[in-house]
């Protein structure tokens, strides 16, 4: 470690967005703490919150049809496209409050606005589109939201989809102009730099091989130097778990009865990536359809504008895989070893559960390019497949538990904190809605593991979030001041991106 102590207030394992928010949080709730972060990796958020290894989509249920469900009587719910809404919500409201503070000096280096939108065909998924906006349009969090079964409509909206597209039945969409495209990457990087001006001892290339309690009641993390082998030993008062795929054999060596029966399933993903300027520039939103029969919701298919390193391209997806790796830059030994007696049954029994699931993805691995370049061109009809390239996005972990509504070995698709009964130690497993959310989920954290403060700190977190504690549902005036001040400190006023990241990639 680079200033060679031995004890420490908060260990983060990993420098990913969840950490990042975290050490950030609580830099702001108690400067005074001693913060060590621990990155086996190089540089901050190469693995999940790399900007390549997600689809940057500010997630905010304004596009993505599996936050809303289609219920037997034919009604939809939309409880859970409401709280993730919120969620965002909170993210913009703290990220806001860092530019607002000077804590973050250019917004646009971390999101844009870009609209988002959903595309279905055929009278089944146009009538299940209609309903869901009927229902969301009348929600203040979904205001603006515009609905259109009009061929001439939705080529102004969407030109690109539109062009060449032969119309075998009804077409519909939806719209919003208060999306985003999140660099989750650029942001993980802002804040840990952040962080190291506020004297948090950041260590790349350490890799934490065991977590026990020590007699005195600390956590003793055994901690390895990648490069020259060297290990040390580190105590702290808490820890937090957020390695991405990682986390869970962090969890399972740590021994908390919390984390028992729980394991893990990995799924890898690909994008195609279009940098043809002249493309690109026909197609500015982020369009999800509906995902196919069998697949995982994570693996819904759409078609993004996004802005990277201040150029602007086009990605298509995601495709699913598999592979054994928990992280991209994993071991092909993570999923066998991640195996224990105590979660031994809940696998297998999750492993017959999903046969349908196992079978979908050894046919997405099987796919060529052609076949992918097929699946592309129902949402881009005249895709060459020479302006299209294939990228390996990140590994995505889905948690596998026993569950009361879904018996032994359910699979989850959620993101979920496991914290110890004394709170002494949180781990983040699961993937999507993921990063978006990053500010509410470490939120939980802090409520679960540091109640004895919450009082002191409540105030400040007030001044960082003023939504904290309130139901935005019930609050339709505070909704309007949200997304008005924080539209207004981020940039996101209009969906025409700052200068700086106007260009197309070249």
């Not at 609050?475 to 949200?482: F, G, S």
Request: hydrophobic letters at 40%; charged letters at 20%; glycine letters at 10%.
């Amino acid at each position: 470690m680079s200033n060679g102590q031995t004890k420490t207030d908060v260990i983060l394992i990993g420098a990913g967005i969840m950490s990042a928010t975290l050490g950030a949080l609580l830099k702001e709730l108690a400067p005074n703490w001693e913060i060590t972060v621990f990155e086996r990796r190089a540089v901050a958020g190469e693995e999940s919150s790399n900007e390549w290894n997600n689809a940057g989509t500010g997630h905010s249920s304004l596009c993505e049809l599996n936050y809303t469900v289609e219920k037997p009587d034919g009604s939809i719910d939309i409880n859970k496209a409401i709280k993730v809404n919120e969620e965002f919500q909170v993210s913009k409201q703290f990220w806001s409050y860092l530019v607002d503070s000077k804590l973050i000096r250019n917004p646009k280096d971390f999101i844009v606005p870009v609209p988002h939108m959903s595309f279905v065909q055929g009278d089944k998924d146009v009538n299940f589109l209609r309903k869901r906006f009927e229902a969301l349009s009348r929600n203040p969090l979904f205001e603006g939201m515009e609905f259109s079964d009009d061929p001439a409509k939705l080529a102004e909206w969407i030109p690109l989809m539109m062009k060449d597209r032969r119309l075998n039945g009804p077409i519909a969409a939806t719209r919003s102009e208060a999306g985003t495209d999140v660099n989750f990457g650029s942001l993980t990087r802002i804040l840990i730099d952040h962080l190291k001006s506020k004297n948090v001892d950041i260590n790349y290339g350490h890799q934490v091989d065991d977590i026990k309690r020590s007699g005195d009641g600390l956590w003793e993390l055994k901690v390895r130097n990648v490069g020259s082998g060297a290990v040390e030993r580190i105590k702290s008062k808490f820890v937090f778990i957020g390695g991405g795929g990682g986390s869970l054999h962090l969890l399972q060596k740590s021994g908390i009865p919390e984390g028992k029966g729980i394991g893990g399933f990995p799924v890898s993903g690909l994008f195609m990536v279009c940098r043809n300027p002249d493309v690109v520039a026909q197609h500015r939103a982020k369009v999800y359809g509906q995902a196919p029969v069998g697949a995982p919701p994570m693996s819904v298919p759409h078609l993004d504008t996004r802005f990277i390193d201040n150029k602007e391209s086009l990605l298509f997806g995601p495709f699913a895989g598999f592979s054994p790796k928990f992280l991209k830059f994993g071991s092909m030994f993570d999923l066998i070893t991640s195996v224990k007696p105590h979660n031994l049954f809940t696998m297998l029994a999750a492993g017959v559960k999903n046969a349908s699931l196992t079978t979908y993805l050894i046919k997405q691995v099987m796919l060529s390019k052609e076949k992918r370049m097929e699946a592309l061109r129902e949402f881009v009809p005249n895709a060459r497949s020479e302006d299209w390239d294939l990228l390996v996005a990140g590994q995505r972990v889905q948690i596998i538990k026993d569950t009361a509504a879904g018996g032994k070995g359910t699979l989850q698709f959620g993101t979920e904190v496991i914290s110890a009964a004394d709170g002494s130690i949180a781990a983040l497993l699961g993937a999507s809605p993921g990063a978006s959310t990053a500010v509410s989920v470490m939120l939980e954290v802090i409520q679960r593991c540091f109640p004895q403060h919450l009082k002191t700190w409540e105030p400040k977190i007030r001044e960082m979030i003023p939504s904290y504690g309130l139901s935005l549902m019930k609050n339709p005036e505070l909704i309007r001041d949200i997304h008005a001040a924080t539209a207004r400190t981020l940039g996101l006023g209009g969906t025409k991106p700052a200068e700086a990241v106007h260009q197309t990639v070249s």
